[in-house]
């Protein structure tokens, strides 16, 4: 059996991918074919290359531990000279270099290009101009995951064979879609979350701007599930974090662990029904033709 697995974007949400993976290796699964946006695409990028769940999750434990940290990660990311700086926009919003930021956080073991992969990966992005999705799997692995997760707000768009590209949760924030044909089942998981309050507080303009982009992709995923909802679909509680939030990626993981062991029974429950299904089909009949 085919698996084929959907990772979304979410920004910081999307640490809870992790505990799919964990589950997946737990039950001794490996997905045929891998698909993400944004945050997704990162996380996917990491598991397609060989690392387990575990890994992942040691890893971005690690890089986010403290401010210090992830600030001189940044820090190498700066343009090296002034032409450089003045090129991609200096100070201005929605000017930082992705591509410059995915090569410092990205981990060693992710290659270069994406034949090097062990599990084939899907790489959501959007085409400004086309005004299209498209989906990325040769190449560069490194501008396909900038373009991917470069959120208009934040990064500036990232060229790639003749094409300006941003990210890829614009047109798929959660690509099922994009395993039709190539899996015989699909597991599909949704981080994006949505804005969480009482209606009391007023947001701040970055939460009004971060939550109606939210709400927007939450309509294009609702609308996908009405045509083909996956086989399964997981939804970790992460709506109350922030999609910057990569600060708090120990405390997210921590209060969202009971999730991975209703990642489990999901995709259990799933196998199970598949193989059940599978052993009670009618043996085929032979006719030999006539001597």
């Not at 100070?91 to 073991?109: C, D, I, S, Y």
């Not at 999609?243 to 009971?258: C, N, S």
């Amino acid at each position: 059996m085919r698996i084929g697995l959907a990772l979304g974007g979410g920004g910081a949400r999307g640490i809870a991918h992790i505990h799919v993976l964990e589950a997946l290796d737990e039950l001794g699964l490996a997905p045929c074919r891998i698909v993400g946006s944004s945050i997704g695409a990162i996380v996917g990028a990491g598991y397609a290359a060989g690392m387990r769940g575990a890994d992942i999750r040691a890893y971005m434990v690690d890089c986010f531990a403290t401010k210090r940290l992830v600030l001189g990660r940044l820090w190498e990311t700066r343009p090296a000279t002034f032409q450089d700086f003045f090129a991609e926009g200096g100070f201005r919003l929605g000017q930082v270099n992705a591509k410059r930021v995915m090569t410092a956080f990205l981990p060693h073991e992710v290659p270069l290009t994406f034949d090097r992969l062990q599990i084939p990966l899907g790489v959501m992005a959007t085409d400004f101009y086309a005004r299209v999705g498209c989906e990325i799997d040769e190449g560069d692995i490194r501008s396909a995951l900038a373009a991917s997760s470069a959120l208009p707000a934040l990064f500036r768009p990232v060229r790639r064979d003749g094409r300006v590209l941003i990210d890829g949760g614009i047109f798929n924030p959660l690509p099922f879609d994009r395993l039709a044909g190539k899996a015989d089942c699909v597991i599909a998981v949704d981080v994006n979350g949505g804005p969480e309050g009482d209606g009391e507080r007023m947001p701040t303009p970055l939460e009004a701007m971060f939550g109606a982009s939210q709400l927007m992709m939450q309509s294009i995923i609702e609308t996908k599930l009405k045509l083909a909802p996956p086989d399964v679909l997981l939804r970790p509680p992460v709506s109350r974090y922030g999609v910057l939030d990569f600060l708090r990626t120990r405390q997210i993981l921590g209060e969202t662990a009971a999730f991975k062991e209703e990642a489990k029974r999901a995709i259990a429950h799933m196998v199970e029904s598949r193989e059940a299904a599978a052993s009670h089909l009618p043996e085929p009949r032979i006719i030999q033709p006539a001597s």
